[in-house]
Structures are given as C-alpha cells and as structure tokens.
C-alpha cells in the first residue's frame, strides 16, 4: 500500500530521496567550483530540509523574511543574510535579533537606505553589517556594477562606521531563459558584474570581503566563479515545472508535489474535478510564457509517475480539473475514478509549498512523518 | 497618526466600517428578496468576521474545506454546508462532525459519489444530509437540471434511506460578466436551472425542501428569487477589484487591503519596490481578463485614498514593483521615498487574504486589534 493513502487530501508531500539528491548535486558542484553556498531557505521554509543543507556542506542561509532570520535562529543558525531590501520600520527587529547573537547581515541598494541603517545604528550603537545589492541583469533591485552610487553607498556605510560586508546579487532573469548557451553567459554576467562591483569598492580603499551571487539556472550553469567567495539558490531544493522548462533538470528529480483526490466528473468535457485548486497549488501560472505551459501543475498517479499529457487545467478555490491535453479523455471517469489519489507537480515549488503548514513525506526508517513550515510575516 | 504606521509590513489590513457596510447591504438584499442568506466563510475563514455575518442575519454558513466546517462548528456554529464535492476519503471526518451534533451536509453530482456516500452512511448507520450539485451555466461540476443523472442520483440517495436535503447550484460563471443586463440574466439563469432541478425530484415524489443559489454577482443582481429558499456568497464581505471590474461593487467598499512599506527605487524605470510580493498578494491576475487590468494590486496611500494610475505592476515573493500606468513616474522616490507605507487593494480578496495569518484592523472602539484566520486542510 502507498503511505500516500492514508493521507488526507489535498497535502504538500516530499520526495525525500529525490530532496536528498537535490541538495548533495548542488552542494557537490559548489564545492567543485571553490565557493561557499548559502541555500535560500525562502522555499522550504523548513527546519529539517535546511538541517538537510547545512549538514551537506552549506555555510549560512538567506531568507525573505526576518520572521525566517527568527524561526532558524532559535533553531542555531546564526550566519543568515536578509536578502530584501531594508525597510527602515525593521531595523529594531534586526537589532533585537543581532543582540541576541544573530549574525545577521541585511542590504542596501540606495543611499537613502544606506542613510536610515546609518542613522538607526548610530542612534543604537550598532554597527550594522550591510551587503550592498548589486544589479547584474536588469531585473529588479540593485546598483548597477558601474554607477557611481555603488561607491556613494559604501561611502556612506563605511565612512559612518557600518560594516560593509561585501556586494550581492541575484540574476533573477535567467528564469526567461531555456538553452544552455544562454544560461551560461547568464552565468557569466552575474559573475563579472559582481566581482566588477567588488573591485570598485575596494579601489576605494573600502574592504568587501563577500562577493555573493545567486538564482538555481546560474548556480547550475556557471562554468566559472573566479572571485566570487558564495552561492545562493533556493528552488533547487524541490525544483519545479518551472525549472525544467529553463532545463535545469529532469522531470524525475522534482521533489515536492500535491497529493489530490477525484471527487468528480464532467465527462462531456473530458474533465476530472479533483479536491485541490488555487489554494493548494497557488495561482502561478509561470510556465505559460515558457516553451512547455503545464496549466496549473502537472498530474502524476499515486507512485509519483508522470501520466503524459494529463495536465491540471485550470483551478478555482478547492477545486482543480484535470483534463487531457487535446482531444477530451471521454472516459475520464474510468482512467480517474472517484476517490482516485493523484499527485500534482507543481509549477513554482515556492508559491505551491507556501500554501501548505506541514509536509508529509516518508522518512529514511521508512515511516510517515510531517514536517512543518513556516507562515506569514 | 495613522493606527497602520505601529504595524510591520506585509500585513493584511481590514477596514471595518466598510465589511459592515457590506455585510448589512447583502443581508437587506437578501431580506427584500425574502430568502434565508447563507455566507461562504472561504473568504475570511475568521470567526470574527463570520459573526458579524450572523449577528446580521445569516442563517447558517458554506465552507470550502472541512478544517473551516471543524473551526466554526467549535465555535457555535452548527448549520453548516460543506459545498465541495465529496470525496470518499473524506466521509470520517464528516461522520465524525455530525455525530458530535454538527449539522452538516455534503453535496454529490454523480451516481459514483453519491453511492459511496450511500455505502459508508449503511455501513456506519448515518443517514447523510446530501444536497445535490447543479450545473446552471457549464462553469464547473453540478448535473444539468434536465439530465436524467438527477433522479437518478436522487434516487440512489433517497431509497438507499440518506436524506436528500436539496438541490444547490453556484453560477461561477458570472465572474465573467461586467454588464448589468448580463448579470441580471445569469441570476435569473442559475435561479431557474436550480428551481426547474427541484421541481424534477418533487415529480418524483422525493422530497427536496432547499432550493440554495449564488455567487456575489448573481445575488447582487438578482431581480426576482421565486422558488429559492437560500442564497450563498462569499467575497461581498470584502469586495475585491475583480468585483469592481464585474460591476458590483464601488472602490470605496473594497474593505481588505495589504500594507506595504517601499524599500527602493529604480529611478530610471519608474519603479518603486515594495516589501509585499506574490507571497503577500497572491499571484492571483484575475483582472487581466477584465475591463481594466490591475496588475496586481491598485496602489493607495496610507489613508485609503486611491492613487490612480499607481498599480502594483509586477511581483517576486517578497517584492512587488510599483510603477505609473503609461509613461514612467522619473519622481517616483520623491512619490514613495524608502519608508513610504502604501495600501494595495487585491484583484481577489480570497486568494490574497489566504496569504496571511490574521487581519488587523482598528475596532469599533478605536483599538488596534488582530483577528486570527484559518490555514491549510
């Protein structure tokens, strides 16, 4: 008998082996390539699958959130770099936290916000260790490697008596790109651009001693990473949909999927109505501008086999409806009987994962434990 | 100063006046039209809000998952409509609920469902209140009011000894309207699809004494309700733009929004960044398809005011990007300088509210309170 059977539906469930694989493939090639790596821990939000990382090898994590810097400092970690951008209403939080022995390291992109961690600090008597955010892609956040503002801000961290820690960067659009060529001279520009950043700084006579980059497609393609000292990447924990459009892996090392049960039919439609819609899989929808759109998710039956063109093809509130892709499956009702168990591969494993408090897996002893997550703010 | 300005960022932001103002308009909707009004408690899955809804009229509550039935039923409530498909697995829990003194029905489309139902209720000596689904407008599940499934799915149920307790239908399809004269018509639609459906299993000499309809938009539409005994919805409580977009509602009685602080600035695109991403939102983008699409959220300041043309243009988990419908805002950090807190008001205010742990709100009596919300299955 499945373990999955015994489950209520719908529920998050970890492929351990395949998580397990995941984490030493990553952590292998770091090591290969001589750089530390910090797993963003965003994904997961999950004491025993970031217990899993470090003790493959990571040094440190990232988070989204700081109420993420509390939940895994409690649990011992101390070295943890907030990756958004500081409000300035969190600075006593990350006070509070660095007080209590939290190593914690926030960034900056701006001079406006390197001026309010200034301000902050010195008002506290703390001197702040600051990242300063770099943009290498044109993507979101960040100064770009040759603006004069890069210099500014660590003028104003440095010079005000912050700690400048180092330069960051995340090369978030190598999430639109799918051939090998590409990702690799992806790779390459969020590598130059950061050490690029890194030199300017310390030409000033500023130290800069991390040079960090980071997203799972460049982890994964970077044939070089001279001069950067670590690597951040969270999604390839789990991977997703989403990544194997970008062509970072196979369909059969996705770790995290959705178990759902059949509860009905429209078989004019060719559809199976299944207990697991938006609120379950989230609304992301990423695979729509990629070369292969899954619909909401991709179906699988019980054992975790991909069932070929069964996608889940649009979803309300609790519901989802499976359907064949094409022509309609009009016995739908006897390929996905009602009570049928299915597994669903979800498109972003960090939007799908977030909807859930605990997931279920079987342990390495062979028995069905739960792990819980972390939620909200 | 603004009561918002103690609060950390993302947090779901609850404007009180506005939910009772809707809360009182549907319910003398509803009194006018003389049926009893059974809210949808998927929205706010918040046992506050819910008695509000009571307190002002409704007669019993719908949920979408049996954890929300358990929550409520805890808390006083026993009239209860579980309003998704059954599946078999499912029916413990459901015995469970009702044998410690829950009124709980559950509703079948099909021979196949509505016979495990029949085999556990024989097997455990429960005779199960069932409602049946109808398809009024091709949208989802339900049996067509003139398919002969519907006796026979009646008949299956009433023989076999459960107690087939009505007929209900939900007109889903209404989301895609934006016209008075369309809405007005797909009211009168889903009321006489799911009348004609009644009056099928009456002929047969089966009673069927609930006649249940609804969506926000049909039962704000509604001109005549003959023959119905009961109407569901559920986002009025809040509203949301998708709401907006469909007709039915004004901005000004959009009651739940996210709070959100801006972190930076690209200057050059007209950007500002913002603390609350899809994780906060919800990749929901539902007004896409609508008459105006926005984004992922209409921008508003501290107060409420709506900022027009400021729209939440694009998300990552933790970021969301504000930028100037048109022409780029070249001001935008002297708009929204690094600090700035903003509202953003949600396309769905199901799928966003989901995102979070609780509301905060400023109470009748001027006190900043916060209100927990349910999570998960």
Redesign the interface.
Known sequence: MNFLSTL????AIINLPRMLHNIQLMQQRMDALDVRFRPHV?TSKCIPVVRAQIEAGAHGITV??LKEAKYFFVDGITDILYA???????LP?VLSLRRQGCDLKIIS??V??AT?ILDFGRAHGEAFEVWIEIDTDGH??GIKPDDNALLEVAHVLHDGGMHLGGVMTHA?SSYGLDTEEALVAMAEQERSGCVRAAERVRAEGIPCPVVSVGSTPTALSARSLEGITEVRAGVYVFFDLVMHNIGVCEMNELAMSVLA??????IEKGWA?I?AG???L????STQKQKCDFGYGQVCDINGTVLRGYLLSDV????G?VSYEGAPDKNI?QSF???TQLLILPNHA??TA?????YHLLSKDGGLVSWNRL???
């Open positions: 209520d539906s719908p529920a965003k989204s959130t958004v951008g500081m409000a300035p209403g969190k939080q992109d701006s406006a916000s309010a979101r956040s978030g049960t059949v509860i009905g039919h429209r109505i207990d938006w609120m379950a989230s609304r992301d929808r309300n509130q609790e519901h409806i009702d009987p009602v009570g960090c939007a977030a909807q859930f408090p605990e939620y909200g703010w």
